[in-house]
């Protein structure tokens, strides 16, 4: 019999563990490398044009970090270069997240810098997720503590793993224009099945060792029929994004030309600029986004506190 990819990475879980402090430590000198040559752009006797927005959750985030908005491109560096917690952060608190949005002028040795921590980003995130799958079996809890002491042994305790993620957004080639929007924060609702719920709770607790969990999975075995219907998963992006798109015109052939999606920019864009150091013509967005007017509508109103808090379950109030 075949074993199954989750059995494949338990037999191999020593030998992952074993290869995070290579990873790691590549992943740091190549933030280090690209935080230096953008640091190095800050002291050019020519100015490298700059756009940074400045929303509260971004000042905050500079403050953090101890640089200052009149130093974008040390701001940056530093950004790009807090792979783990601030001291003054609660570890494992995905809400220290630390964004700052905006798009920076670069020249082409950054761009292939920043594409370098890419990949050695993208390449410590496939480990984590093998480390992880080699822990399927346990509850979530004691996978994320197994994974934490692993990143411990490895010289790291204080990583921040959606800082090591999360890819830094490029333009390699200038294009002619760039696009800026803030989209709204949204919640998303959607009817869940008590099937599936169920389903979700057993993956997150699957040796019924956590109380927490098999005290929801009884609330959900105890739910009344008729309330089946009821069930609703809610998800709340808590911050408005910055939308980056690029456009290259094609006015030569008479085209239109092309309209590209870079992303969602919680870190500044870098943008090819050798021979200009300017950005490209963009839109001039207000730092804060603008707030929400949308009507909550009847059929989306929902009970106040969860249902099943391990899931964001509500029950909807039918009112």
Known sequence: MTDSPEQKSAAELPTLIRQLPGTLDAMHHRAADLSAALASLEQSPQAWESYLLEPLYAKEAAIQLERSFDSPFSLT?????QLNYCEQSELGDARQTLQIPGILAVPGNVIRSAQSLNEAKFAFQQLTGAIKSGLADRPALERNERLRDALADAGYPRTHLRQCYRQILLCPEKPDAIALSWIKARKSIRKVTVAWCEHKLVQLDPQGQDTGIQYQRQLLADLHPSQHGMLR???????????????????????????RQVGYAAMPVLVESEETRRLPEFTRVEHEPPASRRRQRRDLRIAPAPFLPALRVYLHTGK
């Open 77 to 81: 560096a530093a950004l790009f270069s």
């Open 233 to 259: 998963q809610v998800q709340v992006q808590s911050r408005p994004n910055l939308q980056v798109a690029e456009v290259f015109y094609d006015e030569e052939n008479g085209n239109e030309g092309s309209y």
